[in-house]
């Protein structure tokens, strides 16, 4: 076994603050619960990190609804699998992947925390991605690089709204997935609601692999499908940490009612797995056709795990993560089930061979080390002080230190190989998204390969070929002002928002054009109180944020034309330069969202590559403010009928007169408001239900459907604008005496009525 060496003698783990090393050290400022007095021999986070066959890998995200208990069972995880010695509690803020402070105050998840781990013999990948819609994107960035998913399900609800979203970005990037239905405790758990849940709202597959044994509070544990295996967690108590767990054989002395739902189950999960798999189906008819329950058990599982990776069907265990049961059968699945590196097929990985490709899929800034950038490894092997080459940025980088992240806490290597996720000291110009690659001659062999000609012959293929393709960041919809206390602080506060812009691709910062102010722009109201909050803990300043302002959109309303002509010198130089173009509204709907450029056809010839560039970027310049209220437009195609330049005229001055002329030809179109609607679900009791929609009808919202659960709440499924939506969750709060919870996802940008939109602009100019 190779030695690794901690990175930081003195190492802040959360809150704690260990010094002289992790063995033996001392804790200066305990806070909250656990109190360690020193970290034990046998704790194997620090231990040993060796590369594992890549057969054993499994890179995996754990994902679900905000609350469904991702981080319980991650710690259950890390528990079980022997990297921690206590379990930590989300309630008592002292968990390992929840490790900001805001995380812990909250306790939500807000990034996504990479953690490693083995669990027999298999080396575990996982990352917690947190439930709240403002942070999709961690969600989404996660994802990316991830082989397999754990979705985690409050039995008593079944699929919820974000569940929906994040199970359609798991399908985007095709990924098998398990889903363990969690909080079969809770007196209210239903176990074939949440399975009917899975069939309807996610029209996945669901294959029942575990039947509970009991339920609500008496629920002891599971029996597993596959081998009739009765798994029970001795006591009920809280204490007990479920790590030692009784597994027999069934037989006559159970409960009869069990022993025929594990009858029926079986058999039924035998005949599903046969529908989906031929090659079962020709096992059971050949070999077993006479008791198809007599199949064995392993057979079973291969097909399972087949089914799993061709994603024709999801696995779906159940436990109570809490409760500190079913958790073991969960990582047995997980090992299982879910695929290696090696099972997914990167068509554009297999070009680099042995060769290095990474992407860099996550930048942590800390303030001693500078960018720490996460990379999943596809290809190649990534060692410490080595260079690479971004062949995003077609620039060369020194990777310092290379590492293996266990939350906060790093453990260096001396390498890392195809299949691992690895996190890097060293890289500055890294950002997420990149494709990272050892040379530039490793980029052009892939570049042949990937065009079919690997005789070392030369260079076909272009970069932008072996480049894997990045992570797509959606649009803010929410912005406001931010300003420092005092001048003197504004470059430190710049600072601050570059160090997380970097972290945070979804926080864009602008500069107001007219008040020169800094602008903030988020997913939502929460995204911009945390971006706030850490600016002042982490970077000590005290800002202030103006009014939270919803990110309208403009379009336009009819086509209109525009012609203009730019006649300026500069020193001794004349710059002279005519444009004339049209702008029409898009009518389909598959392309209101964009907008389009079209040049006309005896220009692409004529106009030099420099002025083809000028007129693109004049006529985008113009797409990212409109002329109503400065908002960036959408919906629009430009056709640009001539640009006409005398010799010597710059490509600023034909962007500049190209944009000034679109201003024109967008004014004339007539401009159109648009604002961002929101699609809102709201669960909620039903002696508060009518108070609830009170409420929304004064916010101009559309109930689209009320839907009853089996534990009597209501969900409420509605559409609503934005910028009725401010505070929202202290109003339900108080409506609902806090019972009620609510998500809010955006739906469309929709149109505003005549006299909306002339209430807006009477508002936003300071008439009203
Ligand atoms: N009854 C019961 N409660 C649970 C169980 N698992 C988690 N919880 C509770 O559910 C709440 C949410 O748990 P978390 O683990 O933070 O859920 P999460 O999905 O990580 O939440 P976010 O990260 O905020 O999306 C906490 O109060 C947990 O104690 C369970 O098995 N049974």
């Not at 009765?230 to 767990?245: E, H, N, P, V, Y």
């Not at 696995?315 to 969960?330: F, H, T």
């Not at 086509?559 to 002509?565: K, M, V, W």
């Not at 004064?698 to 505070?727: N, W, Y």
Request: charged share 25%; hydrophobic share 40%; glycine share 6%.
């Amino acid at each position: 076994m190779r030695e690794f060496r901690l990175l930081e003698k003195k190492m802040v783990w959360g809150k704690y603050l260990f010094v002289g090393g992790l063995r033996n050290c001392r804790i200066k400022c305990p806070v909250k619960k656990r109190h360690y007095s020193f970290i034990p021999d046998d704790v194997k986070t620090i231990r040993t990190v060796v590369n594992p066959d890549i057969s054993k890998i499994r890179n995996i995200g754990i994902m679900a609804h905000i609350d469904a208990g991702k981080t319980t069972t991650t710690e259950r995880m890390l528990y079980y699998s022997g990297y921690t010695r206590a379990l930590g509690d989300v309630d008592d803020g002292d968990t390992v992947t929840d490790f900001m402070a805001q995380e812990r105050e909250r306790g939500i998840t807000i990034q996504s925390a990479a953690v490693t781990f083995d669990w027999r013999s298999h080396r575990i990948n996982l990352i917690d991605t947190p439930g709240h819609v403002d942070f999709t994107l961690e969600v989404e960035r996660a994802l990316r690089v991830l082989d397999g998913a754990v979705a985690v399900f409050d039995a008593s609800a079944g699929v919820e709204a974000q569940t929906v979203t994040v199970w359609r970005q798991a399908e985007k990037h095709h990924i098998p997935c398990i889903c363990f239905l969690n909080k079969m405790d809770k007196p209210t758990a239903n176990l074939s609601f949440s399975i009917e849940s899975i069939r309807h709202k996610l029209k996945a597959n669901p294959v029942l692999l575990q039947i509970p044994v009991s339920s609500g509070r008496s629920f002891t544990g599971v029996v597993d499908l596959l081998t009739n295996q009765k798994l029970t967690w001795g006591s009920k108590s809280t204490r007990d940490d479920g790590r030692a767990f009784e597994s027999k054989a069934l037989d006559g002395s159970d409960d009869a009612d069990l022993l025929h739902a594990v009858r029926e189950g079986r058999t039924a999960l035998i005949e599903q797995v046969a529908d989906l798999d031929d090659e079962f189906a020709d096992l059971l008819l050949t070999d077993f056709s006479d008791n198809f329950d007599a199949v064995p058990s392993i057979k079973l599982q291969e097909a399972v795990r087949r089914v799993t990776l061709a994603r024709k069907g999801v696995p779906v265990l159940c436990g109570s993560s809490l409760r500190n049961k079913g958790v073991q059968p969960l990582l047995d699945a997980i090992t299982a089930f879910l695929p290696s590196p090696q099972e997914r097929h990167h068509h554009l990985v297999r070009c680099y061979k042995e060769d290095l490709c990474a992407l860099a899929f996550k930048v942590v800034h800390d303030k001693q080390r500078g960018p720490l950038v996460f990379l999943r490894i596809y290809s190649g092997t990534l060692k410490p002080q080595s260079s690479i080459l971004n062949l995003s940025r077609n620039n060369t980088e020194r990777i310092s230190r290379l590492m293996v992240p266990f939350a906060d806490q790093y453990v260096e290597t001396s390498s890392l190989s195809a299949g691992n996720i690895a996190l890097t000291v060293g890289l500055k110009q890294t950002v997420t998204g990149d494709t990272i690659v050892s040379s530039k001659a490793s980029a052009a062999a892939a570049a042949r390969r990937a065009h079919g000609d690997d005789d070392g012959g030369g260079v076909k293929g272009k970069n932008a070929d072996v480049v894997l393709s990045g992570v797509e960041v959606p649009d803010p919809v929410f912005f406001c002002t931010i300003e420092p206390p005092t001048m003197a602080k504004q470059a430190d506060l710049e600072n601050a928002l570059k160090c997380l812009q970097r972290e945070d691709p979804s926080l864009k910062v602008r500069a107001d054009p007219d008040s020169g102010q800094t602008i903030l722009c988020g997913m939502g109201e929460l995204h911009i109180e945390i971006i706030h909050d850490r600016i002042r803990r982490e970077y000590n300043i005290d800002t202030h944020l103006g009014p939270l302002q919803v990110a309208y959109r403009e379009t336009i309303l009819q086509h209109g034309s525009a012609t203009d002509t730019l006649d300026r010198s500069i020193g001794e130089r004349r710059h002279v330069v005519t444009v004339e173009l049209t702008v029409t509204p898009l009518d389909s709907q598959s392309e209101v969202a964009s907008c389009e450029l079209t040049l006309a056809d005896d220009l692409e010839d004529k106009l030099s590559a420099d002025v083809r560039a000028a007129v693109h970027n004049g006529v985008h310049s113009s797409y990212l403010q409109g002329p109503l209220l400065g908002y960036p437009v959408q919906g629009v195609s430009t056709f640009i009928h001539s640009v006409v330049t005398e010799s010597g005229t710059s490509s600023a001055m034909v962007s500049a007169c190209v944009s000034r002329c679109m201003q024109k030809a967008l004014r004339t179109a007539g401009g159109k408001l648009l604002e961002p609607v929101m699609s809102l679900e709201v669960t909620v009791g039903e002696e508060d239900l009518g108070s609830v929609l009170g409420d929304l009808a004064q916010r101009r919202g559309t109930v689209q459907d009320i839907q009853s659960r089996h534990d009597d709440d209501k969900v409420l499924v509605a559409t609503v604008p934005l910028a009725e939506m401010k505070g929202y969750s202290t109003v339900l709060r108080t409506l609902t005496s806090g019972t009620a919870t609510f998500s809010l996802e955006l739906d469309t940008y929709q149109a505003m009525s005549p006299q909306e939109q002339s209430v807006l602009l009477k508002k936003m100019s300071g008439v009203l």
